[in-house]
């Protein structure tokens, strides 16, 4: 049976025990590639950050899931599960920044402001696609609110993925969006328009399945 590591939601990354740096991202999209996965016959490895259970995944004994916090935990929870994968999928909307101190009791508020220190969070697929072995394959996605070919290209080919899509804000929590694909080794990028995260669950999967057989 095929293995597919999916890595979704958001990550919190904490500055003291109730607040916290992090994003609007749901959790949808990475459910729809689980599910969709799922009915093609992989067995699934669902990393997940913090999301509302009814937007986790029905895996029906075919696949766990492995709840996170922060993107420390992600990277720790995903680098032991992605040697073994036959592909995986970045789909995690991982906080870029995370408080440098982590206050272990609640900060008062104060009308004088509050300055963070804070540090980057490391990068969870260019860490793990360093180790990436031949014939393993990896998409992630990119979120742009300009020159979204561009910086999507650039992604690609700084994190060493086979494909990535793109797409914007406003597919944060929500149903659908306007997703884009790029593949590496064609060199293709093809507009997907917008449609529902499943429909796009369904494309990414079908181009996953082109590439493994390749």
């Known amino acids: 049976m095929k293995s597919l590591l999916i890595l979704s939601g958001p990550t919190h990354e904490y500055i003291d025990p109730v607040r916290?740096?992090?994003?609007?991202?749901?959790?949808?999209?990475?459910?729809?590639?689980?599910?969709e996965a799922i009915g093609r016959g992989f067995?699934?490895?669902?990393?997940?950050?913090?999301?509302?259970?009814?937007?986790?995944?029905?895996?029906?004994?075919?696949?766990?899931?492995?709840?996170?916090?922060?993107?420390?935990?992600?990277?720790?929870?995903?680098?032991?599960?992605?040697?073994?994968?036959?592909?995986?999928?970045?789909?995690?909307?991982?906080?870029?920044?995370?408080?440098a101190k982590k206050h272990t009791e609640k900060l008062p508020k104060s009308m004088e402001g509050l300055t963070l220190d804070l540090r980057p969070t490391p990068d969870i697929a260019q860490t793990l696609c360093t180790a990436k072995r031949p014939g393993q394959i990896a998409i992630g996605f990119a979120l742009q609110t300009a020159d979204g070919e561009k910086l999507a290209r650039k992604k690609l080919e700084e994190k060493k993925l086979d494909g990535i899509v793109?797409?914007?804000?406003?597919?944060?929590?929500?149903?659908?969006?306007?997703?884009?694909?790029?593949?590496?080794?064609?060199?293709?990028?093809?507009?997907?328009?917008?449609?529902?995260?499943?429909?796009?669950?369904?494309?990414?999967?079908?181009?996953?399945?082109?590439?493994?057989?390749?």
């Open 166 to 214: 793109l797409n914007t804000p406003a597919s944060l929590g929500a149903a659908n969006g306007t997703f884009s694909f790029l593949q590496a080794r064609a060199g293709t990028f093809v507009q997907w328009g917008h449609i529902s995260k499943d429909a796009c669950a369904a494309r990414i999967l079908d181009a996953l399945e082109q590439m493994m057989s390749a």
């Open 20 to 35: 916290f740096i992090g994003n609007a991202s749901s959790g949808l999209m990475g459910k729809a590639l689980a599910e």
């Open 43 to 99: 067995n699934v490895a669902f990393v997940s950050g913090p999301v509302a259970s009814e937007n986790l995944p029905g895996l029906d004994g075919r696949g766990t899931i492995y709840p996170v916090d922060s993107a420390d935990e992600m990277l720790s929870a995903a680098s032991e599960r992605f040697p073994s994968a036959d592909a995986v999928i970045f789909a995690a909307a991982v906080a870029d920044y995370a408080p």
